[in-house]
Structures are given as structure tokens and as C-alpha cells.
């Protein structure tokens, strides 16, 4: 397994992350723990989850399981970059109880202690910002994830769906705080979804942020979608939006092509060219079996041809470099 530094801590991480959403929703506790220990067995250190993960009546269920995982023991623990989120509704009551969500510091209080039960450890490395909250005063967050780290509840703050604007405003009322701020920022990029390089990715640059990329097949289009579409004889719940996009579907069916042509598979070389991106620690797998997070890992080593990522930025061209990309 390759390992990078996160952002400017000193945090060495896998170039892959693994993604724990499937954990509960659709990957029982078994499997989910047969997946973990095969992806720490791989050198995989980096897992990345949420407090509402397991979503709906099971809200925290993907957390209890990653705390089952770390109470086999085994050095599990100890051997895991741990990453969980804040922000989402987690109460049981429709509509929200007020101070249940976002990230008072009221909030964030409750929930790094409830994170905490559930994932059966006394630290979390990253506390991550799920999105935005427009209400809460920056300084107000910053003071609330102070004592945290004072009392060695967490170790770094990382953000996740964050502007450009807000990493930097983030980042500059830590500064002047004279705190760390913000290390890590997890952004939705992929081939498909080049925005990120408009402003998020500069930004993270700008600060010393690692950039955690979700969603790198692109909700499954850019995993073979249309091959897959033509092998089973349905759409399938991944490719059903492409038939309302002509473009898209020309796009992913020219990308196939190509990888067809140099006999890449197409998750493997949508995760490859991540890792050539500038910016990018590593992009989230999320797999669902065991074959998912094998193939994650193939496309660490897999090299990617000057050809194939010429041919893959004539296919999904990014909207090129900030300013000049915001031109007419």
C-alpha cells in the first residue's frame, strides 16, 4: 500500500480511504467487519465514517459497527486513522429538536461523546464538519473543537461539502486564533464532477488541507455502468439517470470505450486518476463485498498511460485553472 502525508499534519494515510457508509444499510456487521480486516490486512489505515450513517431508525449504526470491529482488539484500533463526522439530525423526533444537528458548540459536545460510545474508542484523530451551518458563528466552533482537543477527545478538525470561500474563512478565523484549523476537506470530484477544481481544491491547497475526494465512480456510472447495463439486460440504479442525459451517456460510453481499448476497468481507472490529481490525498471506497475493495486497492499501483489521461480529459474536460476558468 502507498501512503501519503495528510494535508499539513503529520499523519501518514493510505491513498485509499475507507468509505463505511454501505456499513448497516447494506453490508451486515460480518461481512462489514470481513471487510475491514481485509482492508487493514492490505495496509488500508484511513476509515472514514458519520454519526448518521446506518440513516433513517439506524442512524449511528455504521459506528457501532466499526466499534464492534475495534473491540476484537488486535492493535485494530491503534493501527486506524479514524475520521467520523458532525452535523446531521440525530435525534428521534420529526420535526428536529432544536441544538440535535449542525454544530453548536452545544451540539458538537453532544455528539463527539455519542460518536465516541458507539465506536468503542476514547479518541477520534479527524472530527469532520459534514456540511456548512450558516447559523453557527465560526468562532463559536472553533472554541467548542479547542477543548476538545484539550481533552483529547479529537485531534484534528476536517471539513466535508465546504466552499472554497468557507475553507478559507475557516481557516483564517483559526489563524487568527493562532489554531491549527482545518486539515483535511472532503469534496465530492471525480471524472464526471470536475467543479472541486474551480475553488475547493485551490483552496485546500492554499491552507494545507488533504483533499478526501467522495463518490470517485460517480454514484457507479463511471464503474462500468453501461457494460454492466448491457451484460444484466437492465438499467439498474446507476445508469437509469443516463437516460435523461444524451451527453452524459455519450460521455461514459466514449470513456468505456477507451478503457475497453486499453483494457483498463473503468473503476479502477476512475480511482487511478484521482491519484494523479493535484491536491488529492485519496479518494473514499466504499465498497458493499470484498470484490469492491479489491478492486479499490488494484488502482493504487495501476499506472495510467499518457494516452489514457489524455483521452480521459478530452472526454470530461475540467473547467480549467481559477481565474481564468470563471472568463467568458
Same mark, same amino acid.
Given at each position: ?26 453490508? @451486515? ?15 488500508? @489505515? ?5 454519526? *448518521?450513517? !446506518?440513516?433513517?431508525? @439506524? ?5 457501532? $459497527? ?11 484500533? +491503534?493501527?486506524? *486513522? ?24 452545544? @451540539? ?15 479518541? $477520534?484523530? %479527524? ?12 468562532? #463559536?466552533?472553533? =472554541?467548542?473543537?479547542?477543548? &476538545? ?5 479529537? /485531534? ?10 468557507? $475553507? ?24 464526471? #464532477?470536475?467543479?472541486? #477544481?474551480?475553488? $475547493? %481544491? ?9 483533499? %478526501? ?39 461514459? =460510453?466514449?470513456?468505456?470505450? &477507451? ?11 476512475? &480511482?487511478?486518476?484521482? /491519484?494523479?490529481?493535484? !491536491? ?32 480521459? +480529459? ?9 481565474? #481564468?476558468?470563471?472568463?467568458?
Amino acid at each position: 500500500m502507498k501512503y501519503t502525508q495528510l494535508g499539513r499534519t503529520g499523519l501518514e494515510v493510505s491513498r485509499i480511504v475507507l468509505g463505511t457508509m454501505n456499513f448497516g444499510p447494506l453490508t @451486515n456487521e460480518a461481512d462489514s467487519h470481513t471487510i475491514m480486516d481485509a482492508a487493514l490486512d492490505a495496509g488500508v @489505515n484511513y476509515f472514514d465514517t458519520a454519526n *448518521v450513517y !446506518g440513516w433513517g431508525e @439506524n442512524k449511528g449504526r455504521t459506528e457501532e $459497527i466499526i466499534g464492534t470491529w475495534f473491540a476484537k482488539g488486535g492493535d485494530r484500533r +491503534d493501527k486506524v *486513522v479514524l475520521a467520523t463526522k458532525v452535523n446531521g439530525y440525530m435525534g428521534a423526533e420529526t420535526p428536529a429538536w432544536p441544538n440535535h444537528h449542525k454544530l453548536s458548540a452545544v @451540539n458538537i459536545r453532544r455528539a463527539v461523546d455519542a460518536s465516541l460510545k458507539r465506536l468503542q474508542t476514547d479518541h $477520534i484523530d %479527524i472530527y469532520q464538519f459534514h456540511h456548512v451551518d450558516r447559523n453557527t458563528p465560526i468562532d #463559536e466552533i472553533w =472554541q467548542a473543537i479547542d477543548v &476538545l482537543i484539550q481533552q483529547g477527545k479529537i /485531534l484534528y478538525a476536517g471539513s466535508s461539502n465546504f466552499p472554497g470561500y468557507k $475553507i478559507a474563512q475557516a481557516n483564517e478565523a483559526a489563524r487568527h486564533a493562532g489554531k491549527v484549523g482545518l486539515v483535511s476537506e472532503q469534496c465530492l470530484y471525480n471524472l464526471a #464532477e470536475r467543479r472541486a #477544481e474551480m475553488e $475547493i %481544491i485551490p483552496a485546500a491547497q492554499e491552507y494545507g488541507l488533504g483533499v %478526501i475526494p467522495w463518490s470517485p465512480l460517480h454514484s457507479g456510472l463511471l464503474g462500468g455502468a453501461i457494460r454492466k447495463e448491457r451484460e444484466r439486460g437492465d438499467a439498474g440504479r446507476s445508469v437509469g439517470r443516463l437516460k435523461d442525459s444524451p451527453k452524459l451517456r455519450d460521455q461514459v =460510453q466514449a470513456y468505456e470505450d &477507451l478503457l475497453d481499448k486499453h483494457g483498463v476497468e473503468p473503476g479502477e481507472a476512475a &480511482l487511478a486518476w484521482l /491519484l494523479t490529481r493535484p !491536491g488529492v490525498t485519496g479518494p473514499i471506497v466504499g465498497p458493499r463485498t470484498m470484490e469492491q475493495l479489491e478492486s479499490g486497492l488494484r488502482a493504487v499501483d495501476l499506472e495510467l498511460s499518457d494516452e489514457v489521461l489524455t483521452g480521459l +480529459d478530452e472526454i470530461f474536460p475540467g473547467p480549467g485553472p481559477s481565474p #481564468e476558468a470563471f472568463a467568458w
